[in-house]
């Protein structure tokens, strides 16, 4: 391990913002990312690599680099890609960032024995594909990192890691600095148990019937929307004719070709803290 590169990386990162909330929250600090890596890597095989949905800046994965591990990261902003590719090629780090989107993703195609998830923003109508993609690259995942969430924000992961069978296979809790923002990432150890635990919990989501619990709610909701992008047409329809009134200075039609996102507010009370979402309630009923 080049103790050298690691600190060198550790002070490029330093402040980095991270793609999510259009790049307004800061990225996991190098101390929590080498915190992060270095408790993973002690689970598991010893040829490791590593894989880090929704990378962002990319301070997970050029960490892991440094420590002489292959790592990959997955990330849906465009732009953050292209920054992340440059400062890993500017810091001679043998590592890549995947341009792909998690929430049409089928299969991940990549070869990883650990893999984290900074899933604090993801929509639980993400939460419950990125389930499914897990499931089917489950022979070759052996540790599993990412974060429980609260019930109270409807985290998908939650529902799934509450029960005896997953404390079971939960391997230690590790806080996780994110700019001023403290996290908890909990690392699981994925054996048949955990993964049959997954796929039940996925099938049941699935089923048709009355919809009750946040799997359920979440799948019904990613299936809508990818159902409504279907039948959105792929070039936007001929005008014909004059236009008629007043023109608003505002676009008429909607962006096609590009998937539509869960409610913003999803987004928002996953991203609160109770204090924070209890005082967002408070003012949204008074301006009522």
Not at 38 to 57: E, V
Not at 61 to 87: F, H, P, W, Y
Not at 158 to 169: A, I, K, N, R, V
């Amino acid at each position: 391990m080049n103790s050298e590169a690691i600190i060198y990386t550790a002070g490029y990162f330093r402040n980095t913002k991270g793609a999510s909330w259009e790049g307004t929250q800061l990225s996991t600090t190098p101390r929590s990312a080498y915190h992060l890596v270095s408790h993973m890597m002690m689970y598991g095989p010893m040829n490791a690599s590593l894989l880090d949905l929704g990378s962002g800046s990319g301070c997970i994965i050029a960490t892991a680099a440094a420590m002489s591990i292959m790592a990959t990261g997955v990330e849906l902003d465009e732009n953050t890609v292209k920054l992340c590719r440059q400062t890993l090629e500017r810091l001679r780090l043998n590592a890549k960032v995947l341009h792909v989107d998690l929430y049409h993703m089928e299969s991940l195609n990549i070869s990883a024995t650990h893999v984290c998830m900074m899933n604090v923003g993801f929509a639980p109508s993400l939460q419950i594909n990125v389930l499914r993609v897990l499931l089917n690259s489950k022979d070759t995942i052996r540790v599993l990192a990412l974060m429980k969430g609260y019930k109270n924000r409807e985290s998908v992961f939650w529902e799934l890691l509450s029960t005896e069978y997953m404390d079971g296979c939960l391997l230690e809790k590790l806080n996780i600095t994110c700019g001023t923002e403290k996290h908890t990432m909990c690392i699981y150890f994925t054996d048949e148990v955990f993964w049959n635990q997954v796929e039940a919990y996925v099938t049941d989501a699935m089923e048709e019937g009355p919809i009750e619990t946040f799997g359920d709610k979440a799948y019904s909701k990613w299936k809508e929307l990818q159902t409504t992008e279907e039948k959105m047409p792929m070039t936007p329809p001929e005008q014909t004719g004059k236009p008629t009134g007043k023109p608003t200075g505002k676009p008429t039609g909607k962006p096609t070709g590009k998937r539509k996102r869960s409610p913003p507010r999803q987004h928002l009370l996953t991203n609160m803290t109770p204090e924070q979402q209890r005082e967002w309630e408070r003012n949204k009923r008074l301006k009522a």
